[in-house]
Protein backbone atom coordinates (compact mmCIF):
# COMPACT_ATOMS: atom_id res chain seq x y z
CA UNK A 1 0.00 0.00 0.00
CA UNK A 2 3.34 2.25 -0.07
CA UNK A 3 2.97 5.46 -1.47
CA UNK A 4 -1.41 4.77 -2.23
CA UNK A 5 -4.29 6.91 -1.75
CA UNK A 6 -6.72 6.20 1.12
CA UNK A 7 -9.71 7.72 0.00
CA UNK A 8 -12.72 5.65 1.05
CA UNK A 9 -13.65 2.24 2.26
CA UNK A 10 -15.91 1.66 -0.76
CA UNK A 11 -12.35 1.35 -2.76
CA UNK A 12 -10.97 -1.25 -0.18
CA UNK A 13 -10.82 -4.62 -0.67
CA UNK A 14 -11.16 -7.07 1.87
CA UNK A 15 -7.85 -8.01 1.90
CA UNK A 16 -6.59 -4.27 2.30
CA UNK A 17 -8.81 -4.10 5.23
CA UNK A 18 -7.63 -6.59 6.86
CA UNK A 19 -4.04 -5.70 6.09
CA UNK A 20 -4.61 -2.28 7.84
CA UNK A 21 -5.99 -4.38 10.62
CA UNK A 22 -3.38 -6.71 11.49
CA UNK A 23 -1.20 -3.69 11.31
CA UNK A 24 -2.95 -1.70 14.01
CA UNK A 25 -3.06 -4.73 16.05
CA UNK A 26 0.71 -4.70 15.66
CA UNK A 27 0.58 -0.99 16.32
CA UNK A 28 -1.54 -1.46 19.65
CA UNK A 29 1.69 -2.65 21.60
CA UNK A 30 3.53 0.42 21.33
CA UNK A 31 0.65 2.49 22.90
CA UNK A 32 1.53 0.38 26.05
CA UNK A 33 5.44 0.94 26.09
CA UNK A 34 7.31 3.20 28.50
CA UNK A 35 8.67 4.85 25.42
CA UNK A 36 6.10 5.15 23.29
CA UNK A 37 7.78 5.98 20.49
CA UNK A 38 9.95 3.81 17.50
CA UNK A 39 12.20 5.27 14.64
CA UNK A 40 10.09 3.43 11.74
CA UNK A 41 9.11 7.07 10.07
CA UNK A 42 12.16 8.87 10.60
CA UNK A 43 12.98 11.47 8.13
CA UNK A 44 9.27 11.58 6.80
CA UNK A 45 6.90 14.04 7.08
CA UNK A 46 3.40 13.85 7.34
CA UNK A 47 1.00 17.30 6.77
CA UNK A 48 -2.26 17.19 8.87
CA UNK A 49 -4.81 19.66 6.08
CA UNK A 50 -7.47 20.25 8.03
CA UNK A 51 -10.44 22.71 6.84
CA UNK A 52 -12.98 21.69 9.52
CA UNK A 53 -12.69 21.30 13.36
CA UNK A 54 -12.08 18.08 15.25
CA UNK A 55 -9.97 16.90 17.74
CA UNK A 56 -10.23 13.05 18.07
CA UNK A 57 -9.27 12.47 14.32
CA UNK A 58 -6.47 15.15 14.28
CA UNK A 59 -5.30 14.76 17.35
CA UNK A 60 -4.77 11.27 17.05
CA UNK A 61 -2.91 11.26 13.33
CA UNK A 62 -0.40 13.83 15.04
CA UNK A 63 0.37 11.17 17.45
CA UNK A 64 0.34 8.38 15.29
CA UNK A 65 3.10 10.21 13.13
CA UNK A 66 4.86 11.12 16.36
CA UNK A 67 5.21 7.94 17.49
CA UNK A 68 6.60 6.73 14.24
CA UNK A 69 8.66 9.37 14.78
CA UNK A 70 7.64 11.53 11.68
CA UNK A 71 7.56 15.21 11.53
CA UNK A 72 4.12 16.14 11.43
CA UNK A 73 2.78 19.37 10.71
CA UNK A 74 -0.28 20.66 11.76
CA UNK A 75 -1.60 23.28 9.19
CA UNK A 76 -3.60 25.73 10.71
CA UNK A 77 -6.35 26.96 8.05
CA UNK A 78 -7.23 30.44 10.23
CA UNK A 79 -3.35 31.48 10.43
CA UNK A 80 -2.70 30.37 6.86
CA UNK A 81 -3.02 32.24 3.26
CA UNK A 82 -6.02 31.00 2.29
CA UNK A 83 -7.40 33.78 4.97
CA UNK A 84 -5.66 36.09 1.87
CA UNK A 85 -8.25 33.73 -0.83
CA UNK A 86 -5.47 31.13 -1.73
CA UNK A 87 -7.56 28.49 -3.54
CA UNK A 88 -7.51 24.89 -2.09
CA UNK A 89 -5.69 23.94 -5.34
CA UNK A 90 -2.59 26.35 -4.54
CA UNK A 91 -2.72 25.77 -0.81
CA UNK A 92 -1.95 21.80 -1.16
CA UNK A 93 0.48 22.31 -4.44
CA UNK A 94 2.10 24.80 -1.92
CA UNK A 95 2.30 22.01 0.70
CA UNK A 96 3.13 18.93 -1.69
CA UNK A 97 6.12 21.18 -2.64
CA UNK A 98 7.56 20.92 0.46
CA UNK A 99 7.52 16.88 -0.32
CA UNK A 100 5.70 15.63 2.44
CA UNK A 101 5.37 11.84 2.25
CA UNK A 102 1.40 11.77 3.35
CA UNK A 103 -0.83 14.75 3.87
CA UNK A 104 -4.33 14.09 6.08
CA UNK A 105 -6.82 15.99 4.50
CA UNK A 106 -10.16 16.89 5.94
CA UNK A 107 -12.49 18.86 4.13
CA UNK A 108 -16.89 19.99 4.26
CA UNK A 109 -17.02 19.42 0.94
CA UNK A 110 -16.96 15.78 -0.45
CA UNK A 111 -14.55 14.60 -2.57
CA UNK A 112 -11.86 17.50 -1.88
CA UNK A 113 -9.51 14.59 -0.72
CA UNK A 114 -9.85 12.88 -4.70
CA UNK A 115 -9.13 16.11 -6.23
CA UNK A 116 -6.28 16.46 -4.72
CA UNK A 117 -4.86 13.22 -4.69
CA UNK A 118 -5.25 13.79 -8.65
CA UNK A 119 -2.77 16.34 -8.30
CA UNK A 120 -0.32 15.78 -5.25
CA UNK A 121 2.74 13.71 -5.38
CA UNK A 122 2.13 12.42 -1.42
CA UNK A 123 -0.01 10.01 -1.15
CA UNK A 124 -3.52 11.78 0.49
CA UNK A 125 -5.50 10.53 3.38
CA UNK A 126 -9.04 11.03 3.92
CA UNK A 127 -10.04 12.71 7.12
CA UNK A 128 -13.77 12.97 6.21
CA UNK A 129 -15.26 14.81 3.08
CA UNK A 130 -18.29 15.99 3.95
CA UNK A 131 -21.31 13.64 3.88
CA UNK A 132 -18.91 10.80 1.84
CA UNK A 133 -16.77 9.03 3.53
CA UNK A 134 -14.46 8.98 6.82
CA UNK A 135 -12.49 5.82 6.22
CA UNK A 136 -10.03 5.96 9.07
CA UNK A 137 -13.11 6.20 11.60
CA UNK A 138 -14.42 3.13 10.26
CA UNK A 139 -11.42 1.55 10.34
CA UNK A 140 -10.83 1.88 14.23
CA UNK A 141 -14.30 0.98 14.71
CA UNK A 142 -13.80 -2.19 12.34
CA UNK A 143 -10.84 -2.59 15.19
CA UNK A 144 -12.25 -1.98 17.86
CA UNK A 145 -15.46 -4.63 17.23
CA UNK A 146 -11.83 -7.10 16.33
CA UNK A 147 -10.77 -6.66 19.50
CA UNK A 148 -14.13 -6.43 21.75
CA UNK A 149 -15.99 -9.86 19.58
CA UNK A 150 -12.83 -11.47 18.62
CA UNK A 151 -14.78 -11.26 15.26
CA UNK A 152 -16.51 -9.33 12.35
CA UNK A 153 -18.47 -12.45 10.60
CA UNK A 154 -21.50 -12.79 11.24
CA UNK A 155 -21.92 -9.91 13.79
CA UNK A 156 -25.43 -8.05 13.92
CA UNK A 157 -24.01 -4.34 13.61
CA UNK A 158 -26.92 -1.36 14.49
CA UNK A 159 -25.79 2.10 13.19
CA UNK A 160 -28.98 4.37 14.99
CA UNK A 161 -28.99 8.25 13.69
CA UNK A 162 -28.78 10.56 10.72
CA UNK A 163 -27.59 8.04 8.13
CA UNK A 164 -27.99 9.81 5.28
CA UNK A 165 -26.08 12.44 6.11
CA UNK A 166 -23.12 10.85 8.05
CA UNK A 167 -19.92 10.03 6.30
CA UNK A 168 -19.24 7.67 9.48
CA UNK A 169 -22.51 5.75 8.40
CA UNK A 170 -21.05 5.19 5.19
CA UNK A 171 -18.08 4.00 5.63
CA UNK A 172 -18.33 1.78 8.55
CA UNK A 173 -21.46 0.33 6.04
CA UNK A 174 -19.06 -0.98 3.58
CA UNK A 175 -16.64 -2.19 5.72
CA UNK A 176 -18.74 -4.09 8.06
CA UNK A 177 -20.48 -5.62 4.71
CA UNK A 178 -16.93 -6.14 3.42
CA UNK A 179 -16.11 -8.13 6.63
CA UNK A 180 -19.16 -10.37 6.71
CA UNK A 181 -21.24 -8.73 8.75
CA UNK A 182 -25.18 -8.07 8.92
CA UNK A 183 -25.92 -4.33 8.91
CA UNK A 184 -28.76 -2.43 10.02
CA UNK A 185 -29.53 1.53 9.82
CA UNK A 186 -32.70 2.80 12.27
CA UNK A 187 -34.15 6.59 12.32
CA UNK A 188 -36.24 8.79 11.59
CA UNK A 189 -37.48 8.52 7.77
CA UNK A 190 -36.04 12.02 7.23
CA UNK A 191 -32.65 10.55 8.01
CA UNK A 192 -32.82 7.48 5.67
CA UNK A 193 -31.74 7.47 2.34
CA UNK A 194 -34.60 6.75 0.37
CA UNK A 195 -33.75 3.59 -1.91
CA UNK A 196 -30.65 2.71 1.24
CA UNK A 197 -31.81 -0.70 1.62
CA UNK A 198 -31.04 -0.92 -2.27
CA UNK A 199 -28.11 1.30 -2.34
CA UNK A 200 -26.32 0.20 0.51
CA UNK A 201 -27.32 -3.16 1.27
CA UNK A 202 -28.64 -2.97 4.87
CA UNK A 203 -31.95 -2.77 6.46
CA UNK A 204 -33.60 -0.31 7.18
CA UNK A 205 -35.44 0.36 10.17
CA UNK A 206 -37.60 3.52 11.44
CA UNK A 207 -38.65 1.26 14.90
CA UNK A 208 -35.55 1.33 17.44
CA UNK A 209 -36.84 -1.94 19.35
CA UNK A 210 -37.06 -3.83 15.80
CA UNK A 211 -33.25 -2.42 15.19
CA UNK A 212 -31.77 -3.70 17.55
CA UNK A 213 -33.27 -6.71 18.29
CA UNK A 214 -30.23 -9.37 19.05
CA UNK A 215 -27.66 -6.82 17.91
CA UNK A 216 -24.01 -7.43 18.62
CA UNK A 217 -22.89 -3.95 18.11
CA UNK A 218 -25.17 -0.95 18.57
CA UNK A 219 -23.07 2.46 17.40
CA UNK A 220 -25.08 5.58 17.64
CA UNK A 221 -24.17 8.51 15.60
CA UNK A 222 -23.82 12.21 16.08
CA UNK A 223 -26.58 14.72 15.58
CA UNK A 224 -25.71 17.28 14.02
CA UNK A 225 -27.95 19.93 16.01
CA UNK A 226 -26.25 22.70 14.75
CA UNK A 227 -27.80 22.15 11.46
CA UNK A 228 -30.67 19.71 11.86
CA UNK A 229 -33.18 20.62 13.91
CA UNK A 230 -36.55 21.32 12.53
CA UNK A 231 -35.29 19.90 9.00
CA UNK A 232 -35.04 16.33 9.81
CA UNK A 233 -37.06 16.16 13.28
CA UNK A 234 -39.41 17.94 15.38
CA UNK A 235 -37.44 18.22 18.45
CA UNK A 236 -33.85 17.04 20.36
CA UNK A 237 -36.29 16.08 22.94
CA UNK A 238 -38.41 13.90 20.41
CA UNK A 239 -35.54 12.60 18.74
CA UNK A 240 -34.14 11.49 22.34
CA UNK A 241 -36.98 10.01 23.44
CA UNK A 242 -37.37 7.99 20.30
CA UNK A 243 -33.98 7.37 19.02
CA UNK A 244 -31.65 8.06 21.86
CA UNK A 245 -30.10 5.00 23.39
CA UNK A 246 -30.32 3.96 27.20
CA UNK A 247 -29.98 0.74 29.25
CA UNK A 248 -33.92 0.25 28.72
CA UNK A 249 -34.03 -0.04 25.26
CA UNK A 250 -30.50 -1.66 24.64
CA UNK A 251 -32.33 -4.81 26.63
CA UNK A 252 -33.04 -5.34 22.74
CA UNK A 253 -29.80 -7.03 21.87
CA UNK A 254 -27.74 -9.25 22.91
CA UNK A 255 -26.82 -9.50 26.58
CA UNK A 256 -23.28 -9.35 25.89
CA UNK A 257 -23.77 -6.00 22.97
CA UNK A 258 -21.30 -2.94 22.93
CA UNK A 259 -22.61 0.67 22.18
CA UNK A 260 -20.28 2.37 20.06
CA UNK A 261 -20.08 6.43 19.15
CA UNK A 262 -17.66 7.60 16.88
CA UNK A 263 -17.56 11.38 18.96
CA UNK A 264 -18.08 13.81 19.80
CA UNK A 265 -21.50 13.13 22.03
CA UNK A 266 -24.55 15.05 22.48
CA UNK A 267 -24.94 13.51 26.44
CA UNK A 268 -28.71 12.69 26.72
CA UNK A 269 -29.44 13.16 23.00
CA UNK A 270 -27.98 10.18 21.16
CA UNK A 271 -26.67 8.24 24.23
CA UNK A 272 -27.56 8.44 28.10
CA UNK A 273 -25.25 10.09 30.78
CA UNK A 274 -24.45 6.34 31.73
CA UNK A 275 -24.17 4.85 28.84
CA UNK A 276 -21.61 7.55 27.63
CA UNK A 277 -19.48 7.22 30.15
CA UNK A 278 -20.01 3.17 31.23
CA UNK A 279 -19.63 -0.49 29.39
CA UNK A 280 -20.88 -1.54 27.33
CA UNK A 281 -20.17 1.61 26.02
CA UNK A 282 -16.24 1.49 24.02
CA UNK A 283 -16.20 4.98 23.25
CA UNK A 284 -12.67 5.69 24.88
CA UNK A 285 -11.52 2.37 23.43
CA UNK A 286 -12.57 3.20 20.09
CA UNK A 287 -10.17 6.93 21.01
CA UNK A 288 -7.39 4.29 21.76
CA UNK A 289 -7.47 2.56 19.00
CA UNK A 290 -7.96 5.48 16.65
CA UNK A 291 -4.29 6.08 17.44
CA UNK A 292 -2.42 2.83 16.30
CA UNK A 293 -4.89 2.42 13.59
CA UNK A 294 -3.55 5.67 12.39
CA UNK A 295 -0.15 4.70 12.44
CA UNK A 296 -0.94 1.58 10.64
CA UNK A 297 -2.22 3.86 7.83
CA UNK A 298 0.86 6.22 7.97
CA UNK A 299 3.10 3.15 8.47
CA UNK A 300 1.81 1.64 4.94
CA UNK A 301 1.31 4.78 2.57
CA UNK A 302 4.03 6.42 3.70
CA UNK A 303 6.51 3.41 5.13
CA UNK A 304 10.28 2.63 3.38
CA UNK A 305 10.21 2.30 -0.58
CA UNK A 306 7.77 5.39 -0.42
CA UNK A 307 7.00 8.07 -3.12
N1 LIG B 1 -15.02 11.07 15.13
C1 LIG B 1 -14.47 12.21 14.69
O1 LIG B 1 -14.22 12.39 13.49
O2 LIG B 1 -14.21 13.14 15.66
P1 LIG B 1 -13.49 14.53 15.43
O3 LIG B 1 -14.41 15.40 14.60
O4 LIG B 1 -13.25 15.08 16.81
O5 LIG B 1 -12.21 14.27 14.67
Redo the contacts with the bound molecule.
Keep these: MIGRDILGIEDLSREDIDTILETAERMQEIGNREVKKVPTLRGRTVINLFF?????????FEIAGKRLAADVVNFSVSGSSVSKRETLLDTAKTLDAMDPDAVVV?HKVAGVPHRLAKVLKAPVIN??DGAHE?PS?ALLDMLTVREQKGRIEGLTITIIGDIAHSR?ARSNIYGFKKLGAEVRVAGPPTMLPADVEKSLGVKAYTNLAEAIEGADVVMAL?IQMERLEGACFPSVREYAATFGLDRAKLRYAKEDAIVMH???VNRGVELSHDLADDRPSVILDQVRNGVALRMALLYLVAGRGGH
Design positions: EPSTRTQTSRAGHQVRPGP
